[in-house]
């Protein structure tokens, strides 16, 4: 059984930068996709970003341009780098893995945009 356990969370400034980890435990097999995902209260949970085994990305529109998603496959650990954060990217951000299936989510890690 894959377990996902994110971290990297925090507060920071208007126009800072934030580096979110997410750690699998268990064998993450290929075919896969490992995504990003955030909510905010009361909001339905958005898509923010994926990698797949390919090594192709996709990034909403919101986050285009100032977030990268990433991978470590010794470490069995997938990336999300934020740079120029803006108070609309406040939320939980949770790290999705989709496997031949199965679909794994982690707790989230709170990201907090603010001055």
């Known amino acids: 059984q894959v377990q996902l356990v994110e971290s990297g969370g925090g507060l920071v400034q208007p126009g800072g930068s934030l580096r979110l980890s997410c750690a699998a435990s268990?064998?993450?097999?290929?075919?896969?996709?490992m995504s990003w995902y955030r909510q905010t209260p009361g909001k339905q949970r958005e898509w923010v970003a994926q990698i797949v085994s390919s090594g192709s990305t996709n990034y909403a529109d919101s986050v285009k341009g100032r977030f990268t998603i990433s991978r470590d496959n010794a470490k069995n650990a997938i990336y999300l780098q934020m740079n120029s954060l803006k108070p609309e990217d406040t939320a939980v951000y949770y790290c999705?893995?989709?496997?031949?299936?199965?679909?794994?989510w982690g707790q989230g890690t709170q990201v907090t945009v603010s001055s």
């Open positions: 268990g064998s993450i097999s290929s075919p896969y996709i």
């Open positions: 999705q893995g989709q496997m031949v299936g199965l679909t794994v």
